[in-house]
């Protein structure tokens, strides 16, 4: 019997609608695949719902081809289909829930209980669809005819369910996203309200399944453009969502909190370390931020720079969240084979209540970004309430000078001298920089200095240091004058430079002088970063002929041991541990004790701080080697140096 037209029609139109399904999922696998090179979690199981539904509709093509006669009428064969069915459909709207869950709410991060709680339902209704072929609980097949079992409305309610919850969920956090998600989330609801509304008038599914893949449409077009908002390396949101977050929420009701969290030893990083790797070492603190926030709005502004901001209905506990990042900051982070000891700045800004209104955000939010830091903590944190702007500006101002004496050659070097305590002439000096602003006037190194350290320019500065000093040696024979060598400072950039040597190298032959005439001093600082690699590099530097001071002894950790694993030949005691000693007996004690062992172990003396002549007498006696003070001398310009050291040399 030949089939009427209008039925092969009917067969033709449904297997096309089909076809046409999966090709529609087919390309948006390839589109998800090659369109951006992303490893987020939330793509992960966007790719999943996606290879879901192209089973599903190969399993439905399989249905179609048995319904209309082209496979062979064997139950078996259609109860494997409709097995198949079912249980892609529930694993559709699971992963859907868990996709918004996870997007959202950083859910991937949660406790494994409950994760298992969420799944539950699913693995319930699992077991039920496997089993239906001997239970008959949620469908059954007779004479090649499949019907609904008796339990078929707990899957019906299942699907609805994680559905509802992931809508819901998402409508209730849309805000918390940036815009345009935000805006297809409702787009997204409507189009699921209309997909229960066809399926309870028509009960067809297909026009069911139609809606669930427009839905699967719109996510992926609005993943895309999502991505406009991303970070490609950390997968956090970028600066565009930030500022939009900005526009949008600050000074409305509903932000709490925004945290400006920084990484103080990127700069140093970024300088001395395989950019590939930094990168790993971002994208590594990305994750924690994640891990231990639970939120979704984290953002990453570049140059080791995070952002969080937090809202009214966000369970988020800042104590557990500071505290877990400690526990991680306290081992130290592995980076092209060294082990290196990091530290964060976090800076709380107070949004609530309109204390932050839009117009003065982006002011307090600069402001905490050139803070400078103000302790060696692991983390160290800070409070808008507690900024001050006059200091913030006075920050400002400072960093503008620092630029304009690095362009208009306006920092000076002063020497200070430092006295033998055998013959009372001067044998070294101490080379310091100062800087006089033509607007500020004199600016302290104890402000510049941490602000350079802060910016980055600590490097330039450190340029102008090296070539002044030299070519002080060169241009004055210091030898004639009396003096073995001149002290020159290295900051712990610079002790961790991995070009040190060559560039120490470069200055020799620039300036043609004697290596030994110049004393590199380091702090015990510089000893944070790694250890193991700042001992190789000032053995490498050693092997030129400089030799090394070891300064403020005695504000660290310090002990003979440590000191003597590096190539140092004179011990700088700081003059915290010079002045205790006059005013407390112990401190005596310990300071004759020190001036003992370090002689023991061939190790000269320098005590830092000298003020008046009882100082001066009584480190004499106990032997120390040098003494640098106000009592001899100020730091002073070179030309007043030179003419001091004559006179005392020429005594």
């Not at 991303?230 to 000074?251: H, M, P, S, V, Y």
Request: charged letters at 25%.
């Amino acid at each position: 019997m030949t089939m009427p037209w209008e039925m092969r029609l009917v067969i033709n139109m449904r297997i096309a609608y089909n076809l046409l399904i999966l090709s529609i999922l087919l390309v948006c696998i390839w589109f998800v695949y090659v369109s951006v090179d992303s490893k987020a979690y939330y793509r992960k199981i966007f790719r999943g719902i996606l290879w879901a539904a192209v089973v599903m509709y190969i399993n439905r093509l399989v249905g179609v081809a048995y319904d209309e006669g082209f496979l062979p009428c064997v139950e078996w064969l259609l109860v494997m289909e409709r097995t198949i069915h079912y249980f892609l459909t529930l694993a559709i709207y699971t992963l859907y829930a868990y996709f918004i869950f996870c997007l959202v709410g950083q859910f991937h991060y949660y406790p494994r209980k409950r994760k298992i709680t969420f799944w539950l339902l699913n693995f319930v209704m699992n077991a039920l669809i496997l089993t239906s072929p001997w239970t008959h609980a949620i469908f059954y097949v007779e004479d090649g005819v499949s019907y609904h079992g008796k339990l078929f409305f707990l899957l019906v309610f299942t699907r609805g369910l994680y559905a509802i919850m992931a809508t819901v969920y998402a409508l209730m956090k849309r805000k918390l996203m940036i815009k345009i998600f935000g805006q297809s989330i409702i787009l997204l609801a409507v189009f699921t309200v209309i997909q229960v509304i066809e399926y309870l008038i028509y009960q067809d599914e297909t026009l069911y399944y139609s809606t669930l893949i427009v839905n699967i449409i719109i996510f992926l077009l609005t993943i895309t453009m999502v991505e406009f908002y991303k970070d490609g390396a950390t997968e956090l949101l970028n600066k565009r969502a930030f500022r939009q977050f900005i526009d949008r929420e600050i000074g409305k009701p509903g932000t709490r909190v925004v945290y400006l969290i920084k990484l103080k030893n990127y700069e140093y990083l970024r300088q001395n370390c395989h950019e590939p790797s930094v990168m790993v070492l971002v994208k590594q603190l990305a994750e924690y931020m994640k891990e231990y926030a639970m939120l979704s709005s984290i953002y990453y502004f570049d140059d080791g720079k995070y952002g969080i901001v937090v809202r009214q209905r966000d369970k988020f506990d800042e104590t557990a969240f500071l505290e877990k990042l400690k526990e991680r900051f306290c081992v130290p982070f592995e980076l092209n084979g060294a082990r290196i000891n990091l530290s964060l700045f976090v800076a709380m800004m107070d949004v609530s209540e309109g204390k932050i209104n839009k117009n003065n955000f982006y002011r307090y939010f600069a402001a905490c970004d050139d803070l400078k830091y103000k302790s060696s903590d692991l983390i160290e944190f800070v409070r808008s309430d507690n900024l001050g702007l006059d200091e913030l500006q006075k920050y400002r101002n400072i960093e503008d000078a620092i630029e304009r004496a690095l362009v208009e050659n306006e920092f000076e070097m002063y020497y200070q001298p430092i006295i033998s305590t055998r013959t009372g002439r001067v044998v070294s000096a101490e080379a310091l920089i100062r800087l006089k602003d033509r607007v500020l006037g004199f600016v302290s190194p104890e402000d510049f200095i941490p602000i350079s350290e802060n910016n980055g320019k600590i490097l330039e500065i450190s340029e102008f240091v090296i070539d002044s000093v030299f070519r002080f040696v060169k241009e004055n024979n210091i030898a004639e004058m009396g003096m073995d060598f001149i002290e020159m400072n290295l900051s712990a950039m610079q002790c961790m430079d991995k070009n040190l040597t060559e560039k120490l190298q470069y200055y020799i032959q620039k300036y043609d002088i004697d290596p030994r005439q110049i004393n590199l001093e380091i702090t015990e600082t510089a000893t944070n970063f790694d250890e193991q690699r700042l001992k190789e590099q000032l053995l490498d530097v050693k092997k030129l002929g400089f030799t090394f001071s070891l300064d403020d002894y005695g504000t660290g950790y310090s002990n003979l041991v440590r000191v003597l694993e590096y190539p140092v030949d004179v011990i700088k005691l700081d003059k915290s541990i010079v002045w205790a000693a006059f005013t407390d007996r112990d401190s005596f004690v310990t300071i004759k004790n020190l001036i003992s062992m370090f002689h023991d172990v061939r190790r000269k003396l320098v005590a830092e701080g000298v003020e008046n002549r009882e100082q001066m007498s009584t480190l004499r006696e106990l032997g120390c080697d040098y003494i640098q003070g106000y009592f001899y001398s100020r730091p002073i310009p070179a030309d007043e140096f030179i003419e001091y050291t004559r006179n005392m040399n020429n005594e």
